[in-house]
């Protein structure tokens, strides 16, 4: 399993998402945003961060990256990418991804745990976590109320697209940003384009909290 | 030519810093303004002297990077 993780100018999260994947057994490296080359990974992932300072909207400038080319070129092929959070904004901007992220309702930045409710796991993202558990996975962003109009969101849920909503410890939804129908995470149609805002690499020792992370990262590896 | 880019959230699209701006409004004693919608204004130095060249240029840097269609709209104005 060989794993490519992008860093863009602003990245932040390259090295905790490097450092996650390795933990769980795969081979992974870093690829400069001005490359061409994605060194035929298995995987790509787009950490989190503030790619370009976040100037314009997040994720807008990124997406015009030379990698970004290869990185829409490896999806349309059927390649297994992922974002996270940053990586998530990136890939909505980039048009990989259905719908748009807006400011938190609240206006602050978020940064804390949170329960997630796995929603649908027929992916090789969440294959290894069952419908309705319940996980709790740090997150940290200022724009992470997600937005999509009636029709993308009715084809979300009629195509299995809805990996994760925001919920309590018990399951009851619980929103902390006002997205849509409290959705922290989706997928595209064909399910090998992955998107979240929680950062499940920051879950993967129960010193740092938990460890609810580890069954999201290991997913990508069977 | 100066050529400005006004860019708003969406109608419907819940508009938070709008929202905030609002409240310290009323807070402020502003009783007659019912509503506050944030947005941004790009102005584009565009080298021509043809106006519909200039709004043209405009649109398409617009379409394609200054605002997210999905969840943004945009108004062109010629300073």
């Known amino acids: 399993m060989k794993v490519t993780v992008i860093v863009f100018p602003g990245t932040n999260c390259d090295r905790d998402t490097k450092w996650a994947f390795e933990r769980t057994g795969a081979k992974a490296e870093f690829v400069w945003h001005n490359e061409h080359n994605l060194k035929n990974p298995d995987l790509v992932v787009l950490p989190g961060g503030f790619s370009y300072g976040d100037y314009l909207r997040s994720g807008a400038i990124a997406r015009f990256s030379p990698i970004m080319q290869e990185v829409k070129e490896f999806a349309k092929k059927g390649g297994y990418v992922l974002g996270i959070c940053n990586g998530f904004q990136i890939l909505l901007e980039s048009g990989l991804l259905p719908g748009g992220m807006t400011r938190n309702e609240n206006l602050h930045f978020i940064s804390k745990f949170h329960h997630l409710k796995v929603i649908n796991n027929n992916n090789k993202f969440l294959q290894k976590l069952n419908p309705g558990e319940i996980i709790n996975i740090p997150i940290a962003h200022a724009e992470g109320n997600y937005k999509a109009d009636k029709d993308t969101l009715k084809e979300l849920y009629d195509n299995s697209q809805v990996l994760l909503k925001y919920c309590d410890a018990n399951g009851n939804e619980l929103n902390p940003n006002g997205s849509v129908d409290s959705i922290a995470g989706i997928c595209n149609k064909n399910k090998n384009v992955f998107g979240l805002m929680p950062h499940p690499e920051r879950a993967m020792q129960n010193i740092l909290g938990g460890e609810d992370g580890i069954k999201m990262i290991e997913g990508f590896l069977k | ?79």
Do not use: C, W, Y
């Not at chain 2, 944030?38 to 002297?49: C, F, M, N, R, S």
């Open chain 2, 1 to 79: 030519m100066t050529v400005a880019v006004n860019v708003h959230l969406k109608k419907g699209v819940l508009d938070p810093q709008g929202k905030a701006v609002h409240h310290a409004l009323e807070t402020l004693g502003f009783k007659d303004i019912s509503n506050v919608r944030v947005g941004k204004q790009i102005l584009l130095e565009i080298d021509t002297e043809n106006k519909e060249k200039a709004v043209e240029e405009a649109k398409k840097a617009a379409g394609e990077l200054l605002a997210n269609p999905v969840i943004e709209n945009f108004e062109i104005e010629v300073k």
